[in-house]
């Protein structure tokens, strides 16, 4: 065998062992999201989630090896949001919490005050099982009162439509004329126990990254919607505090789109 035969092997198999090398995330979430999940705004649950309060702390050290996705072909990502006075936390790979379309493949960070607290996403590429991972970047500890968190872009509040429709009740007419404030405008429309459901509002944070429009067909919890996190319902028709399936979810950011 000769040495450029020698050389040629050993490219190869340094290739096949870096390709074949897989690319994870921090993937946990809180304990207080265990029974919110529909705060979240994230269309999927992964059966595998761990919910644990070490979560919330970003500390590499109790973070591996416990919680670790398995191979990922998206961004990480980190979501902190309010949650009854508190934090919740959600890391992970985000391909495991979106359908295959809206898979976020870039980096970003917003993080915005809501109220007292702050909510926000961060997106990051995965990395090698040995490596620390770059969803950690958020936590209880990295937020500055009246900053925010360091590196992570603070996103304008806009006019939104605020509405609620269900069987009859309600209306999310074009002559609506109830808003909100807030940097997404959020809408949800659907069918629940039967009858046409549609909400509009406002939302501090897109868990799905981009302006877009999500279907899912699995159940969700719409009493706790994207912006109920952040904002009362006085001025909604009704309140759902039960489970409805077949639902449009869409997060288009205020400044581009204000009258929904």
Same mark, same amino acid.
């Given at each position: 065998m000769t040495?450029?035969? #020698?050389?040629? #092997?050993l490219i190869l198999w340094m290739t096949s062992e870096v390709? /074949?090398?897989d690319l994870v995330c921090y993937q946990c979430a809180s304990p207080n999201l265990q029974n919110n999940w529909g705060l979240t705004g994230l269309p999927l649950k992964p059966d595998s989630l761990k919910f644990d309060s070490v979560c919330a702390k970003a500390d590499t050290n109790e973070l591996v090896p416990d919680f670790i996705s398995g191979n990922c072909a998206s961004s990480c990502f980190e979501l902190m949001l309010p949650v009854n006075g508190e934090y919740g936390f959600v890391r992970g790979c985000?391909?495991?919490f979106v359908s295959n379309e809206f898979k976020v493949t870039n980096g970003t960070c917003h993080v915005n005050l809501v109220s007292t607290l702050y909510a926000g996403v961060s997106f990051c590429p995965p990395a090698n099982a040995e490596a620390d991972k770059c969803n950690s970047k958020i936590s209880t500890s990295s937020v500055q009162a009246g900053k925010g968190v360091t590196g992570c872009e603070t996103e304008a509040k806009h006019s939104c $439509?605020? !509405?609620t429709e269900? %069987? %009859?009740s309600g209306s999310c007419s /074009?002559? *609506? *004329?109830? *808003? !909100? $404030?807030g940097v997404y405008c959020t809408k949800t429309t659907g069918r629940l126990n039967g009858q046409f459901y549609e909400s509009r509002g406002c939302g501090y944070f897109n868990p799905i990254g981009s302006n877009v429009c999500s279907w899912t067909d699995q159940v969700y919890n719409v009493s706790t919607g994207i912006d109920s996190a952040m904002r009362s319902r006085k001025k909604r028709a009704v309140s759902l505090a039960f489970q409805a399936n077949q639902f449009d979810i869409s997060f288009v950011n205020s400044k581009k789109f204000v009258s929904q």
């Open positions: 040495s450029s035969q #020698i050389l040629m #092997i390709l /074949a090398e985000h391909e495991n $439509k605020s !509405c269900y %069987g %009859g /074009a002559s *609506t *004329t109830d *808003t !909100c $404030k």
